[in-house]
């Protein structure tokens, strides 16, 4: 059953650039997506469609068996069930501790205060972040501060995670800590996509595989089907 699915979906930038061409694809409730690609390829745009920050020029998207409107209360339904978390993390990290950064996304879901601290605590935990709580988020690593990204993420229980480029700029010992803690927040009822240029992590937690190149989608399919025929 798909969780998003993409009718001829082309997106044009103000000024004129084509970033997404008629790109149709289907992703399934569950899976674990990576998208490689280019730069300029269209990941980042691809992901801002995800979660309605923008709209299709032409073609249509499908969130959860729904053609998306852009009601306003549409709106804040999907930003709800989509967590993105972007490259840069800083530009998510605005609280004035680690604790309140991770509370503000589940804060927003009218849950009763006892739910959103167990949330918090149960994602600070398997998130290593819960001896950071007081800390000032400039204070952190880029390793640290993708955790708790994440973790704000988690604790909203979106049904599609996205995330871009999680281990871009991070040591191979903190780009390991992101990969257990990727396999550890994947559930059934949980989509995950991500971008990556490490083939490492595509082999080691990915379903499928996504390929963009200028735009255009290459190829759809298992690990080693795609990268078999490519
Ligand atoms: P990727 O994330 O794969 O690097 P992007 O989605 O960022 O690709 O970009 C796709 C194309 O759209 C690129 O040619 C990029 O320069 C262009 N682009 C991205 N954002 C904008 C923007 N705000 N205005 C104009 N062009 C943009
Ligand atoms: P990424 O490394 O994720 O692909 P980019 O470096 O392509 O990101 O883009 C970083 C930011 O700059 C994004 O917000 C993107 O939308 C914007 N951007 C990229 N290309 C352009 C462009 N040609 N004109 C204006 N904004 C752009």
Known sequence: EPIVTFEQVSYQYADGTLALDRVNLTIEIGKKIAIIGNNGAGKSTLFLLLNGILKPTSGSILFDGKKLTYSRKEMKELRQQVGIVFQNPETQLFSSNVYDDIKFGPKNLQLSSAEIERRVNEVMIVTET?????????????????????????????????????????????????????????????????????????????????????????????????????
């Open 130 to 230: 819960e001896l950071l709580k007081d800390t000032p988020p400039h204070f952190l690593s880029i390793g640290q501060k993708k955790r708790v990204a994440i973790a704000g993420i988690v604790a909203m229980d979106p049904k599609l995670m996205v995330l871009d480029e999680p281990t871009a700029g991070l040591d191979p010992y903190y780009s390991k800590k992101i990969m257990a803690l990727l396999k550890v927040m994947h559930h059934p009822n949980r989509t995950i996509i991500l971008s990556t240029h490490n083939v490492d992590l595509v082999y080691e937690w990915a379903d499928e595989v996504i390929i963009l190149f200028d735009g255009h989608l290459l190829a759809q399919g298992s690990v080693v089907d795609v990268f078999r025929n490519t």
